[in-house]
Structures are given as C-alpha cells and as structure tokens.
C-alpha cells in the first residue's frame, strides 16, 4: 500500500490515506451525480485528517447515515463517511496530490436504488 496526500483547492483541509486502488467508483445518487465523484473506497484506519475537523461543514439527507464533508472556505467535496459501510470513507480522487487514475477500473455503485 501507498500513502497519498489530498487536499481542497484552498488547503484548509488536508489528509492523507493508504490505498492499493483495488478500484474507483462512481455513483448515480442524487449528491454524486451532482458532484460528478470519482473515489476509491478507504477504511477509516487507513485515513488521517491532517488538519482540524473546523474546516469542514457537513451536509445528510435522506437516511441521515453517510456524512458528506465539504471545505468551509473553498467548498471541495475531499470525502465522505459511507452510508452502506459507516466505517469506510470514500475519498474523491482528485483532490489527491500526484495522483492518475488512467488504468485503474472503475465501478459503478447504483446509488439511486439504495432506498
């Protein structure tokens, strides 16, 4: 496993995972849809927040289980608390620094059925 550093665009909130990017996925949910995601699936002992939980707002919907985290200042979406699997994050791509995802497969998660 690698170690990456990720960040939002304006650098209040940074952290870091590891991760052997078995896969990405994608997600038709509503939330997902609309942020256009691409993330690899983390275990959150395998996620460090390197900056204070004060940077980050919290939006829920529906079930009120996932927690999606947005930037306070720049309004990025870096992760969210999976609603599925509450002890996995699911950490957007391309807030990762040096990161491509060209060869990687990626999976779609059929969000929109998840009732």
């Known amino acids: 496993m690698q170690t990456y550093q990720g960040s939002c665009h304006c650098g209040a909130v940074k952290f870091e995972i590891e991760t052997d990017f078995p896969e990405l996925t994608t997600c038709d949910c509503s939330i997902c849809r609309r942020k256009n995601a691409l993330m690899v699936k983390v275990h959150q002992s395998k996620f460090r927040l ?21 930037c306070k200042t720049c309004g990025i979406y870096p992760f969210h608390r999976k609603r599925v699997t509450p002890d996995h994050l699911g950490i957007n791509v391309f807030c990762l620094e040096n990161f491509d995802p060209t060869g990687i497969p990626v999976r779609q998660t059929i969000g929109a059925a998840m009732v």
Do not use: D, G, N
Request: no cysteine; net charge negative; charged share 15%.
């Open 50 to 70: 390197l900056t204070s939980e004060a940077a980050l707002t919290e939006y829920q919907f529906h079930t009120h289980t996932a927690r999606h985290f947005f």
